[in-house]
């Protein structure tokens, strides 16, 4: 993802060798990212197929994935789209029985609303016995349905929520209460990342959280939560955000309430486009950001090598008894005086200046 962020040398070696470090980030493409148009590209010269990725919600955050499946498409000559949903697990399944009627959708990725919930799995398996090549990106699928993709594209979630849990044991030695935000808690990606964080986090942050508030992937509900934790549990030691929205609607309604914010800490996922500012004016106290972009880049790589049966590149990216593919996270803060540190911790000004060099409003 991270092909030309300028950093501080004490903290991360020479600009070059980090512009080599984020081009392999972003696949190796050579392709410069870029602000994506609406959904559906126009229609190419390509063969053998078409792939659509599905997400799982319709956030700021697909932007990214969306630039970087399209520059996988114009890489590999291949016809992309990104189906955005707005109507949880059974909006998914309206998606993928949608491809599985269109003939010329060969490949398909899919960003499960839910890992637990059969109907999406389910779906998924109608689309391997039709013949068409199915993995997952983003948020996987249950072990138990793991039969109905090939492969998982996307962060490793449980190592993600560790590295918060680390970032959050920085900035609060002392621990204390945890207070969840999230589109679906039943959701794979949400699941490892709440584990993740506690197993970084250490004892001293108390389990199970105080309360987990789900939101529906709602950016109003989301805000609407964060105000009622806030009056509900005062005495919240942290108020993390699962999801990319959840982190700006907590920030907002944190900065509403100076005593709170006083003992109060904000850990994030993700850079949507509203939290650039919340970072900036310190009502976030860091984020950990995921690759979109690459996670669309290789979604796409992956599929087509699977429509064109090119085992030296499933092969190089699922080396053998793997099945997944993780593409990384960085961990942004608000200033260099943060508490928090490590190899792969950024400010804001920093990944601003990569987000603009890339076109890109969020990531």
Request: aromatic share 6%.
């Amino acid at each position: 993802m991270h092909r030309s962020w300028k950093v501080r040398a004490r903290n991360f070696g020479t600009l070059a060798t980090l512009m080599a470090l984020f081009a392999g980030g972003c696949g190796g493409d050579g392709v410069p990212g870029g602000t994506a148009p609406a959904a559906k590209t126009a229609p190419s010269t390509s063969t053998g197929g078409r792939i659509v990725l599905v997400a799982n919600g319709n956030s700021d955050w697909w932007t990214a994935v969306e630039t970087g499946m399209k520059a996988a498409g114009t890489k590999f000559n291949t016809d992309v789209e990104l189906k955005r949903n707005g109507g949880g697990v059974e909006g998914q399944i309206r998606l993928l029985e949608e491809a599985l009627s269109a003939s010329d959708v060969k490949g398909i990725g899919v960003s499960a609303v839910n890992g637990n919930a059969p109907g999406i799995s389910e779906a998924m398996k109608k689309l391997k016995d039709a013949g068409k090549f199915v993995i997952t990106i983003d948020s996987d699928v249950s072990p138990s349905a793991a039969e109905s993709r090939s492969f998982y594209i996307g962060t490793d979630n449980a190592k993600a929520g560790e590295v918060a849990g680390k970032a959050a044991a920085q900035l609060r030695p002392q621990g204390g209460t945890v207070a969840v935000f999230v589109g679906e808690a039943s959701a794979s990606n949400a699941q490892a990342r709440l584990e993740g964080f506690y197993t970084g986090a250490g004892p001293k942050f108390i389990k199970p959280p105080i309360e987990i508030f789900e939101d529906q992937h709602n950016d109003d509900k989301a805000q609407s939560l964060a105000e009622v934790a806030i009056t509900k549990h005062p005495e919240t030691g942290v108020m993390l955000g699962l999801y990319s929205y959840n982190g700006p609607r907590i920030a907002v309604e944190v900065a509403k309430k100076p005593e709170f914010r006083k003992t109060a800490t904000v850990v994030t996922f993700d850079l949507d486009e509203l939290a650039v500012e919340q970072l900036e004016k310190g009502n976030i106290d860091v984020s950990i950001c995921q690759n979109p972009y690459k996670i669309g880049f290789e979604g796409v790589r992956a599929l087509k090598a699977m429509m064109t049966d090119d085992k030296a590149t499933l092969d190089e990216m699922f080396p053998k008894p793997t099945t997944s593919f993780d593409t990384g996270v960085r961990v942004i803060v608000p200033t260099t005086d943060s508490p928090v540190k490590g190899k792969d911790v950024i400010t804001i000004k920093e990944m601003k200046e990569w987000l603009a060099g890339n076109k890109l409003k969020s990531s």
